[in-house]
C-alpha cells in the first residue's frame, strides 16, 4: 500500500483558501509561491525590495498567478488580516508587525519549522556557531553510505518542504539549523547536534542571551526519547545536562570523558564506561584541525546507531570538506592557497590558523556583526607573519592585534587595502615557499560581496589566475 502522510493531507486541506503571507522570496520561500498557489490559497508577497531588484523568475510567477505584492521601504505596512504567514529567515519573529498579527491570531511559521512538524520520518538537526555545515554533511555522506535515502537541508542544501509528498517513514532528513531558523521554532528533530556556541550575529540578535536561547530550540521541545550531541568544552553547551528531557551526549578535545567521544592526540575514540575504543586516527582524514576532528566526534555519534562503525569511518575518511571551509585551492611556487570564506567570526578563524603548523599569510577583515576582535590578537601573533585587512572591520582588528603586540613586545607586518584583489597581489608579494596564504576573514561579508560563497568564490578565481 502506497504511504500517505496524514499530516501533510490535513494541513493541505486547511490552507485552501486561505490568506497566506510569504514574507521574503530568498531560497527557502521561493518554492511556497507555486506550492500554495496550486493548492488554491490567496498569496500576498513581502519582500524590503522594489520591483525591479527581484529576480525576474520571481516577477514572472507574480504576473503569472496574478499575486498581490508589497514591497519596498515600508513592505509590512499591510501585514494584517492573514490566516498563516511564512518569515524568511532574516526576518526575526521578534519585529512589531509580526507580534501584533500573532496577538490578532495569525499563526507565525518557517518553512523549515512546517517541514519538521509534518516530517513523517527521522530528523536529525545540526546547530551550532561554528562547524554545523561540516557536521552535517558528514552525518550525509555517512548515511548515505549506510544505505539510506536521505535528504539534506535547512541551512545547507534545498528546501525540503515541498519534498514532503516524497519522503517515507524509512528516509532520514538532515537539517542545518541557524539561529534565524530555530528563534521561535516549536519542535525540535529527534536526534539534535550542538557543535558549540560563541557570540555571533550580535548585530541582529537583541542580545548574546536571545542567540543562546534560539540555539536552545534544537532541543527544548525534545521528548525523553530524545539526544542531544554537544560539546563538552564549550561553557554553555556543557551546562544544556540541565535542560535536556532525553539522553546527552558529550564529545570533547580536552577532556577524558567516561562516556562519550574524544580527540586524543588526535586519535578519535569512543568511550563508554571509562573504556576507550580507537575508532581513527585523525591525521588520515581530509580534513585539517581539532575543529574538524570535534565535527567528526559529533557525526559519529549522531549515527551510531543507524550506521556500523567501519561503514562510517570509510565515509568519513572519503570525505574532502565543504567548499569555502579550509579549502585547499592550489600550490604556487612552494605556497599552499586555502579559502576559508565562510569563517565569519573571530572564532572560527582562530581555529583555522591552529589548523596549520606552517607560517601563514592571513587576509582577514569584512562585515562588522558587533563581534569583539580581542581573542584573535594572541592567535594572529603566534601564527601570522603577514597580516593582510580589508573590509569594515579591518581597524578592529588592526587595533586588537597592536594592542597586544605591545604588550608582547612583538611586531608583524600588517597591511590595509580597499578591495581583494590587493591583498591577493600582497599576498602573492610577501609568502615565501613552505609558507601558507590563508582567506580566513573573522567577519561576515556583507560590506562588499553578496555572501560567504560569492566572497569565495572571488577570492579563487583570482588565485586561480595567479601565472606560476
Same mark, same amino acid.
Given at each position: ?16 483558501? &486561505? &490568506? ?43 504576473? $503569472? ?5 508589497? $514591497? ?49 520520518? &527521522? ?101 525523553? +526519547? ?27 578535545? &580536552? ?48 549515527? +551510531? ?20 571551509? $579550509? ?49 584573535? %590578537? ?63 576573514? %573573522? ?18 578565481? $583570482? ?6
Amino acid at each position: 500500500m502506497e504511504y500517505e502522510n496524514d499530516k501533510l493531507k490535513e494541513f493541505e486541506q486547511y490552507v485552501k483558501n &486561505k &490568506k497566506i503571507a510569504i514574507i521574503g522570496i530568498g531560497v527557502s520561500n521561493l518554492p511556497l509561491i507555486d506550492y500554495f498557489h496550486n493548492l488554491g490559497s490567496k498569496i500576498t508577497i513581502f519582500n524590503n525590495k522594489d520591483i525591479e531588484e527581484i529576480p525576474q523568475e520571481v516577477v514572472n510567477k507574480i504576473n $503569472l498567478y496574478g499575486i498581490e505584492t508589497s $514591497l519596498g521601504e515600508n513592505y509590512l505596512s499591510k501585514l494584517n488580516g492573514f490566516d498563516i504567514i511564512f518569515r524568511s529567515p532574516s526576518c526575526l519573529p521578534i519585529i512589531p508587525e509580526l507580534q501584533a498579527e500573532i496577538q490578532r491570531g495569525a499563526i507565525i511559521t518557517t518553512e523549515i519549522e512546517m517541514l519538521l512538524k509534518m516530517c513523517p520520518c &527521522k530528523i536529525i538537526g545540526v546547530t551550532g556557531s561554528e562547524g554545523k555545515t561540516t557536521t552535517t554533511s558528514l552525518i550525509y555522506e555517512i548515511l548515505k553510505a549506510g544505505g539510506y535515502n536521505c535528504y539534506l537541508g535547512g541551512n545547507i542544501g534545498k528546501p525540503l518542504f515541498t519534498e514532503l509528498k516524497k519522503m517515507l517513514p524509512d528516509d532520514i532528513v538532515i537539517v542545518e539549523l541557524s539561529s534565524f531558523q530555530l528563534m521561535d521554532m516549536e519542535v525540535s528533530p529527534e536526534i539534535s547536534v550542538v557543535t558549540n556556541i560563541t557570540p555571533n550575529h550580535l548585530n541582529i540578535h537583541s542580545s548574546y542571551e536571545e542567540y543562546i536561547n534560539a540555539k536552545k530550540n534544537i532541543f527544548k521541545y525534545q521528548s525523553d +526519547k530524545g539526544i542531544l550531541i554537544t560539546n563538552y568544552d564549550n561553557d554553555i553547551t556543557r551546562e544544556f545536562n540541565k535542560e535536556v528531557k532525553g539522553k546527552i551526549i558529550y564529545f570533547s578535545s &580536552k577532556e577524558k570523558l567516561e562516556n562519550g567521544w574524544v580527540v586524543d592526540q588526535n586519535v578519535i575514540k569512543e568511550c563508554e564506561d571509562r573504556l576507550r575504543k580507537h575508532i581513527l586516527n585523525a591525521k588520515s582524514l581530509k580534513l585539517k584541525g581539532i575543529h574538524n576532528y570535534e565535527n567528526v566526534c559529533a557525526a559519529l555519534a549522531a549515527t +551510531k546507531n543507524l550506521v556500523d562503525i567501519d561503514t562510517a569511518v570509510k565515509a568519513i575518511c572519503e570525505f574532502n570538506g565543504v567548499e569555502h571551509r $579550509l579549502e585547499f585551492i592550489r600550490e604556487i611556487n612552494g605556497v599552499k592557497w586555502y579559502n576559508d570564506s565562510s569563517s565569519s567570526s573571530p572564532t572560527r578563524t582562530i581555529a583555522g590558523l591552529n589548523s596549520f603548523d606552517e607560517d601563514i599569510i592571513l587576509i582577514a577583515g569584512g562585515y562588522d556583526k558587533n563581534l569583539d576582535y580581542t581573542p584573535i %590578537a594572541k592567535p594572529i601573533l603566534e601564527k601570522v607573519k603577514v597580516l593582510i585587512l580589508m573590509g569594515n572591520t579591518s581597524t578592529k582588528i588592526f587595533d586588537s592585534v597592536k594592542k597586544e603586540g605591545e604588550l608582547q613586545q612583538k611586531q608583524i607586518d600588517i597591511y590595509i587595502c580597499d578591495e581583494l584583489e590587493q591583498t591577493v597581489s600582497l599576498a602573492r608579494k610577501n609568502a615565501r615557499p613552505g609558507q601558507v596564504v590563508l582567506f580566513s576573514p %573573522a567577519s561576515a561579508s556583507f560590506d562588499m560581496f553578496k555572501n560567504f560563497s560569492d566572497r569565495g568564490n572571488k577570492f579563487k578565481k $583570482l588565485v586561480n589566475s595567479i601565472e606560476d
